[in-house]
């Protein structure tokens, strides 16, 4: 069977679907989420060259959607896989959209006239979302999704849609197929390290603790404040910020005893930013070790610190809320200095950790996690992205964490040897 199978949309995925379609090969790109996109489209700028992050991506996501060797299946899972290299039987869910695809023009008129505010899972919790919507404006496919769990079924949204696009409970449903295919490619991405259950640091018990994932959203201009940073709790611009670094990483107690690899520098990214925007603002990154790795890296930790950003190296043991500041006593462990910050904005740089679905989605595709729940690799060294069931490879963060950069990289090789499976099977 000469067609392809990659799981997950985000870069990872949305590389190797590409490279394998541009072979001339047929691909499907089975996405859970209504859009393709993934972490990147969350994120304002990317390190190490301060890009815009969706002037990346979003070329990408729509050469996804127009090209005529992919097939795009959003809202779908994949719950069985069956057969070998070469000859495998993709058994797939795909959840209603309650949308009809032809005639939605994404115009949002619906989104408009829709009463129901509910939490934005995209915007990272900040601000709300309707229940009908769309993710984020450049959403591939450009569809609004009804979120049925939410709807009152007013009937507002039906009533605007000149299309009549909107469609009922009983007008879409669940739907199972399978897809056959030779090859398939896993690039399902990865969790953000769940911050409350690093009780000492209060998140969500005091509001201007938040998470590095939910500041990304909070500096994007297309984000829920329009770029500007406020304070969750009065709306006030932060004259201190503290950046707390490895909240979910290296921690043993925790049970995450690895680097994330990407929240030294992602958190040097943000420091950066917003000396530039805010040069009045005081910005502290609290770290253990600063693990900058890769090419520039380096250079990019020096210019930081030409722009102002202060590096403590300490850790702080627990913070505190007080007179509408929060108190992060540190030691600073170069100077034996111990310092109180009075900080208006804390920022948790919170750790890449496997998805919740990952050990379930494992046991369905017949391949393995290792000890941190990451999947695994048949071989770190000559076969980083292969799996112990040939024909089957995975790609970006679902297999460790890493940057973008390398999770392009990975698409690439995953898709090389898909291809390749291809043509000897
Ligand atoms: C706060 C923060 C800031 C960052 N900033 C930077 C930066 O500036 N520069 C940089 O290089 N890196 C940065 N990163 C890292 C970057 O986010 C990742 O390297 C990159 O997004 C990994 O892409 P991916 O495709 O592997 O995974 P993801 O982006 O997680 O994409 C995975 C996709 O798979 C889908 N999926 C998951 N499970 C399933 C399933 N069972 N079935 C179907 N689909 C599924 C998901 O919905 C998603 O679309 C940052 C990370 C964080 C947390």
């Given at each position: 069977?000469?067609?392809?199978?990659v799981?997950?949309?985000?870069?990872?995925?949305?590389?190797?679907?590409?490279?394998?379609?541009?072979?001339?090969?047929?691909?499907?790109?089975?996405?859970?989420?209504?859009?393709?996109?993934?972490?990147?489209?969350?994120?304002?700028?990317?390190f190490?060259?301060?890009?815009?992050s969706?002037?990346?991506?979003?070329?990408?996501?729509?050469?996804?959607?127009?090209?005529?060797?992919?097939?795009?299946?959003?809202?779908t899972?994949v719950t069985?896989?069956?057969?070998?290299?070469?000859?495998f039987?993709?058994?797939?869910?795909r959840?209603?959209?309650?949308?009809?695809?032809?005639?939605?023009?994404?115009c949002?008129d619906?989104?408009?006239?829709?009463?129901?505010?509910?939490?934005?899972r995209f915007?990272?919790?900040?601000?709300?979302?309707?229940?009908?919507?769309?993710?984020?404006?450049?959403?591939?496919?450009?569809?609004?999704?009804?979120?049925?769990?939410?709807?009152?079924?007013?009937g507002?949204?039906?009533?605007v849609?000149?299309?009549?696009?909107v469609?009922?409970?009983?007008?879409?449903?669940?739907?199972?197929f399978t897809?056959?295919?030779?090859?398939?490619?896993?690039?399902?991405?990865y969790d953000?390290f769940?911050?409350?259950?690093?009780?000492?640091?209060?998140y969500?018990?005091?509001?201007d603790?938040?998470?590095?994932?939910?500041?990304?959203?909070?500096?994007?201009a297309?984000?829920?404040t329009?770029?500007?940073?406020?304070r969750?709790?009065?709306?006030?611009?932060?004259?201190?910020?503290?950046?707390?670094?490895?909240?979910?990483?290296?921690?043993l107690?925790?049970?995450?005893?690895?680097?994330?690899?990407?929240?030294?520098?992602?958190?040097?990214?943000?420091?950066?930013?917003?000396?530039?925007?805010?040069?009045?603002?005081?910005?502290?990154?609290?770290?253990?070790?600063?693990?900058a790795?890769?090419?520039?890296?380096?250079?990019?930790?020096?210019?930081?610190?030409?722009?102002g950003?202060?590096?403590?190296?300490?850790?702080?043991?627990?913070?505190?809320?007080?007179?509408?500041?929060?108190?992060?006593?540190?030691?600073?462990?170069?100077?034996?200095?111990?310092?109180r910050?009075?900080a208006?904005?804390?920022?948790?740089?919170?750790?890449?950790?496997?998805?919740?679905?990952?050990?379930?989605l494992?046991?369905?595709?017949?391949?393995?996690?290792d000890?941190?729940?990451?999947?695994e690799?048949?071989?770190?060294?000559?076969?980083?992205?292969?799996?112990?069931?040939?024909?089957?490879?995975?790609?970006?963060?679902?297999?460790?964490?890493m940057?973008?950069?390398?999770?392009?990289?990975?698409?690439?090789?995953?898709?090389?040897?898909?291809?390749?499976?291809l043509?000897r099977?």
């Open positions: 069977m000469n067609e392809a199978v799981i997950g949309g985000g870069i990872a995925g949305i590389t190797a679907a590409l490279d394998i379609a541009n072979h001339g090969i047929h691909v499907h790109l089975v996405e859970r989420e209504p859009t393709i996109g993934g972490h990147m489209a969350m994120l304002d700028k990317t190490p060259t301060n890009d815009c969706m002037c990346i991506l979003s070329p990408k996501m729509v050469e996804v959607e127009r090209h005529p060797n992919i097939t795009l299946h959003t809202l899972e069985g896989v069956a057969g070998t290299a070469g000859d039987t993709v058994s797939v869910k959840y209603p959209r309650y949308i009809r695809a032809a005639d939605c023009t994404g949002e619906c989104v408009e006239v829709c009463p129901v505010e509910v939490y934005n915007d990272a919790g900040i601000g709300v979302r309707k229940a009908i919507y769309k993710a984020h404006p450049q959403v591939v496919p450009n569809l609004v999704v009804r979120d049925r769990e939410h709807c009152i079924d007013c507002l949204c039906y009533d849609c000149g299309k009549q696009a469609l009922r409970n009983d007008e879409d449903t669940e739907e199972e897809i056959k295919a030779g090859t398939i490619i896993v690039a399902t991405g953000v769940d911050a409350r259950k690093k009780t000492p640091y209060k969500l018990s005091i509001p603790v938040i998470t590095s994932l939910e500041f990304e959203r909070i500096i994007n297309s984000g829920p329009g770029g500007k940073i406020k969750i709790s009065d709306g006030r611009t932060p004259k201190e910020i503290v950046f707390i670094q490895c909240v979910g990483s290296r921690d107690p925790l049970g995450c005893p690895s680097c994330s690899a990407v929240c030294c520098m992602y958190a040097i990214k943000n420091a950066m930013l917003i000396r530039e925007k805010y040069p009045d603002t005081r910005v502290s990154i609290l770290y253990m070790d600063i693990r790795y890769g090419k520039g890296y380096q250079e990019y930790y020096d210019r930081a610190e030409t722009l950003v202060r590096f403590i190296r300490g850790m702080p043991g627990d913070i505190y809320s007080q007179d509408g500041t929060v108190i992060v006593q540190v030691e600073n462990t170069e100077t034996k200095e111990v310092l910050i009075n208006d904005l804390v920022v948790l740089s919170v750790g890449i950790r496997p998805t919740g679905t990952a050990s379930s494992a046991e369905r595709l017949g391949i393995t996690c000890e941190s729940g990451f999947f690799s048949a071989d770190e060294k000559c076969g980083p992205v292969q799996t112990l069931r040939p024909g089957i490879f995975i790609a970006g963060t679902c297999k460790e964490p940057d973008i950069p390398d999770s392009v990289m990975e698409g690439g090789a995953a898709a090389m040897q898909a291809v390749m499976t043509m099977e």
